[in-house]
Nanobody
Framework: QEKLVESGGGLVQPGGSLRLSCAAS????????IGWFRQAPGKGREGVSC????????YYADSVKGRFTISMDTEKNIVYLQMTNLITEHTAIYYC?????????????????WGHGTQVTVSP
């Protein structure tokens, strides 16, 4: 069974850091693009970052450039999202998903497989 499981969320103070993990089982991530999206209360799902594993190209939303870094450990079959200098506006449920490498990895509608998410709360 193909599964994506996010972990690493939690409560952090503004200015703090977290590293989220997206672990895949039942399939290999290096055949896909992997994206991180987030959904804050009352808002739609927003693209945060993605990585195209066929050429290691990456995308970041303007709101997270310079703060977040996406990376992949092909041996462990995990994609990470390192988040630094967090602010309260980053509070959301963070989801990872997979799409075909030829699709626009920044576009939510291109994704067909999602994890259940991990909660990130940034609060004083």
């Amino acid at each position: 069974q193909e599964k994506l499981v996010e972990s690493g969320g939690g409560l952090v103070q503004p200015g703090g850091s977290l590293r989220l993990s997206c672990a895949a089982s039942g399939f290999s991530l290096d055949h896909y693009s992997i994206g991180w999206f987030r959904q804050a209360p009352g808002k739609g799902r927003e693209g945060v970052s993605c990585i195209v594993t066929t050429d290691n190209s990456t995308y970041y939303a303007d709101s997270v450039k310079g703060r977040f870094t996406i990376s992949m450990d092909t041996e462990k079959n995990i994609v990470y999202l390192q988040m630094t200098n967090l602010i309260t506006e980053h509070t959301a449920i963070y989801y990872c998903g997979t799409t075909d490498p030829w699709r626009n990895c920044a576009a939510y509608i291109e994704y067909r497989h999602w994890g259940h998410g991990t909660q990130v709360t940034v609060s004083p």
